[in-house]
């Protein structure tokens, strides 16, 4: 089976949900898929679907580089569950609280720093990392 085949529920979507720059190419026996998913929402459906195609990714057939769209200055929504969102002052678990954002707070976006995290500022002025899965761009 083509790689394009086996993963073709996931470039459907992903064309579905308009990811910007969307790209897709095989090298190597490995399919490559990037691109810009316009929220948290759509990033978090891509790998999802990923994951239901090939439980656990194990296959290392795929290599999926999706960004979300949000630039420095963005306003991002606090998407935890019901809990506040720590704000560290290094992009790991192990760095030291410097602050929280409640759910459904809107903190504003400085850079991110990587696909996991990325660095806000609160409407306090607190300034550090926070994990980017629970931040969503409005």
Avoid: C, F
Avoid at 71 to 100: C, M
Avoid at 116 to 136: C, D, F, I, M, P
């Amino acid at each position: 089976m083509a790689l394009q085949d086996k993963y073709a529920e996931l470039i459907q979507t992903a064309t579905s949900l308009s990811v910007a720059n969307l790209s897709v190419a095989e090298q190597d026996g490995i399919l490559h898929i990037s691109g810009t998913a316009e929220s948290t929402a759509d990033y978090d459906a891509l790998w999802a679907l990923y994951n239901k195609i090939d439980p656990s990714m194990t296959s290392g057939d795929l290599i999926m580089n999706i960004d979300i769209k949000a630039d420095a200055g963005a306003q991002l929504k606090v998407i935890t569950d019901s809990t506040n969102l720590n704000i560290r002052n290094t992009p790991t678990t192990d760095g030291e609280i410097v602050g929280k954002a409640a759910h459904n707070e809107v903190v504003t976006l400085v850079e991110k720093t990587d696909d996991s995290w990325w660095k806000v500022r609160t409407n306090a002025g607190e300034e550090g990392y926070a994990y980017a899965q629970y931040l969503s761009p409005l």
